[in-house]
């Protein structure tokens, strides 16, 4: 196998680097003074991400602080609802609010030249950072998951417990099979055309994959992802795809196996031992320290950090948080990290 100039995408195609490349799952906005100075100038947050000039920049500012090995892609998972046509807005201290869907009503329609003119700023977007990133930098699209990206939908925002999604994939699971299925089509196409622009990897957040029991998992996670990894297969076989099922604890391996990503982000709760033993052998793993301790910093955070790459120094691994990095993160625990990941 050639190795490519880019340390994070060899690794996602399995091959071990001596020093595992970083980069930080939200590492562009929020902690960052440079995103803040930004934000300011744009009318709303959703219009930031379809203005390829500020995304662009925004996108560049962690890469060109701290050298980190990816670029990902400023942009939400809420845009697929609102390109859907299910208007979203962000409000600031409140979250995303979306105007929820029942059970009983009608569904979007999906039109495919639709959803893609509504994404050109975003494929715009990536097709620029494409021409500018350096060589040895991977370029990250992303998208949410079916299952996650429902919980919005249906619960009109964030949610403690996903209540109305879980009772209505209960009550009538083949009606929130086609919302599912238009999830799919629409995300499945979304990721292709950022990988036509120029993604050179994709990631699959299921940020709330870890509230569902075994078999609501299988059916709304999994089965999902490899539906998507199907297509994405079919056009684009050769760009590794990254599945993040947070939260899914005793049924990462599951997911591991039979979703068909070939790499899997790690939260923090899983214990390394048991995550390096019983992850499919060879199998390129991201993760995993705790973004509250990357808040924290100290020697704690160094021998955590130490600790997970001699967790995964048998396999292909990237090293990453468990989940996003927190606002209120100092620059220079960012930095030590790095320090300490790097040696
Ligand atoms: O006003 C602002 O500046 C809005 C803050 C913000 C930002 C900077 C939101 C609102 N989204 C984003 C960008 C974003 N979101 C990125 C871009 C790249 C980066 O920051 O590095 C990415 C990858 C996301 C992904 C995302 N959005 C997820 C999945 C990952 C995760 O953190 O779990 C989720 C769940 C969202 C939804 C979302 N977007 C924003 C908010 C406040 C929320 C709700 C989160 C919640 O329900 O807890």
């Given at each position: 196998m050639s190795q490519s100039s880019k340390p994070l995408l060899n690794t996602l195609n399995g091959e071990r680097q001596p020093t595992p490349p970083v980069w930080m799952m939200r590492q562009a906005g929020r902690h960052l003074a440079e995103y803040m100075e930004l934000r300011k100038k744009a009318k709303n947050f959703l219009n930031f991400c379809y203005s390829p000039d500020m995304a662009v920049e925004a996108t560049l500012q962690p890469v060109r602080r701290y050298g980190m090995d990816a670029a990902i892609l400023f942009c939400d998972i809420l845009v697929i609802p609102d390109a859907l046509g299910q208007a979203v807005s962000f409000v600031t201290g409140e979250g995303p609010k979306l105007e929820a869907i029942s059970d009983g009503e009608p569904l979007p329609e999906f039109d495919e030249a639709m959803l893609h003119d509504h994404l050109a700023p975003v494929y715009e977007t990536i097709s620029r950072l494409s021409e500018s990133l350096d060589?040895?930098?991977?370029?990250?699209?992303?998208?949410?998951?079916?299952?996650?990206?429902?919980?919005?939908?249906?619960?009109?925002?964030?949610?403690?417990?996903?209540?109305?999604?879980?009772?209505?994939?209960?009550?009538?699971?083949?009606?929130?099979?086609?919302?599912?299925?238009?999830?799919?089509?629409?995300?499945?196409?979304y990721l292709a055309r950022q990988i036509s622009n120029g993604a050179e990897t994709v990631q699959l957040f299921d940020s709330w994959a870890g509230i569902l029991p075994p078999d609501e998992f299988d059916r709304w996670v999994i089965k999902p992802a490899a539906e998507i990894v199907k297509r994405l297969?079919?056009?684009?076989?050769?760009?590794?795809?990254?599945?993040?099922?947070?939260?899914?604890?005793?049924?990462?391996?599951?997911?591991?196996?039979?979703?068909?990503?070939?790499?899997?982000?790690?939260?923090?709760?899983?214990?390394?031992?048991?995550?390096?033993?019983?992850?499919?052998?060879g199998m390129a793993v991201q993760?995993?320290?705790?973004?509250?301790?990357?808040?924290?910093?100290?020697?704690?955070?160094?021998?955590?950090?130490?600790?997970?790459?001699?967790?995964?120094?048998?396999?292909?691994?990237?090293?990453?948080?468990?989940?996003?990095?927190?606002?209120?993160?100092?620059?220079?625990?960012?930095?030590?990290?790095?320090?300490?990941?790097?040696?």
């Open positions: 060589d040895c930098v991977t370029l990250i699209g992303f998208a949410g998951a079916p299952w996650t990206v429902a919980t919005y939908m249906v619960e009109g925002g964030s949610s403690r417990d996903y209540a109305k999604t879980r009772s209505w994939a209960y009550q009538n699971p083949d009606g929130f099979q086609k919302l599912i299925d238009l999830l799919v089509d629409a995300t499945a196409s297969r079919a056009s684009h076989g050769d760009v590794p795809i990254i599945g993040f099922p947070r939260g899914a604890g005793a049924q990462y391996p599951a997911f591991a196996e039979r979703s068909g990503v070939d790499c899997v982000s790690l939260d923090s709760t899983l214990p390394l031992d048991w995550a390096a033993k019983n992850l499919p052998a993760g995993n320290l705790d973004n509250l301790l990357l808040l924290s910093g100290g020697d704690v955070m160094d021998q955590t950090a130490r600790d997970i790459i001699d967790a995964f120094a048998d396999r292909p691994h990237i090293f990453n948080l468990g989940h996003g990095i927190l606002p209120e993160t100092p620059v220079a625990h960012v930095e030590r990290l790095l320090a300490v990941v790097r040696g």
